[in-house]
């Protein structure tokens, strides 16, 4: 079964439905985007889902001992490195946090770049995401999913794969086919407005997942 992650949450109530449609994890922006959220603001966030689902930050440009305050401040059990982590970023968190790490891959093509399959072997997971100049991510933008799976071919099961970048639940079902990750990762896809859910497009997201119920 793949995982969901919501990301880019910035209310308690849009936290407390994702746990509540089954969602394994609940994702805080703390990277410059229009859902950015406070170390404060990410607990109060995520505190209607904890111990139903796993919560993550994500982060850009911030050193480990950044990363490793806010993880505590907040509680997560997970950090997500933005902004074309490197192995060795992935390496300096670990010893001061004691969740998973996982590294973002920015996708412009239809392979992997070389950096991505060396923090395959590193992190926890490998979330790709399509690449836009000037964006961390949140674009609504899908990549060459085909592409990318021919080569994962030979590297599955280093780390496990997040799929984001431009899914919704018209195409969420087609990209589990083509790409098989282990987690669909999901923000614009199912907004109103930015960092605000709408729990109908969440609903169809979640069930699309599943392979139940409208995929319009």
């Known amino acids: 079964m793949v995982d969901i992650k919501f990301c880019g949450l910035t209310r308690a109530s849009d936290a ?20 950015r959220v406070t170390a404060a603001g990410a607990a109060t966030v995520v505190a209607p889902a904890r111990g139903r689902a796993r919560t993550v930050g994500v982060f850009g440009a911030a050193s480990a001992a950044e990363v490793a305050s806010i993880a505590s401040d907040v509680g ?6 933005h902004g ?42 490998v ?33 496990r794969v997040v799929l984001a970048g431009g899914l919704t639940p018209a195409n969420v079902a087609q990209a589990i086919r083509v790409l098989a990750p282990d987690v669909v990762d999901v923000s614009s896809g199912v907004e109103s407005a930015p960092g ?18 409208s995929t319009e």
Do not use: C, N
């Open 196 to 213: 605000v859910k709408d729990h109908a497009r969440m609903r169809a997201f979640s069930e699309a997942v599943r392979g139940g119920g």
């Open 76 to 81: 997560l059990d997970v950090v997500q490195l």
């Open 16 to 35: 407390d439905y994702a746990a509540s449609l089954g969602a394994a994890y609940v994702g805080v922006i703390f990277a410059g985007s229009p859902r």
């Open 127 to 159: 979330v790709l995401d399509a690449k836009i100049d000037g964006r961390l991510g949140g674009t609504g933008t899908s990549f060459d999913w085909d592409g990318v799976a021919r080569s994962l071919d030979h590297h599955r099961g280093q780390s």
């Open 84 to 125: 074309d982590p490197t192995p060795d970023l992935v390496e300096r968190v670990r010893p001061v946090f004691a969740g998973e790490v996982w590294a973002v891959v920015r996708v412009a093509g239809d392979t992997l770049p070389d950096g991505g399959l060396a923090l395959l072997s590193v992190a926890d997971a």
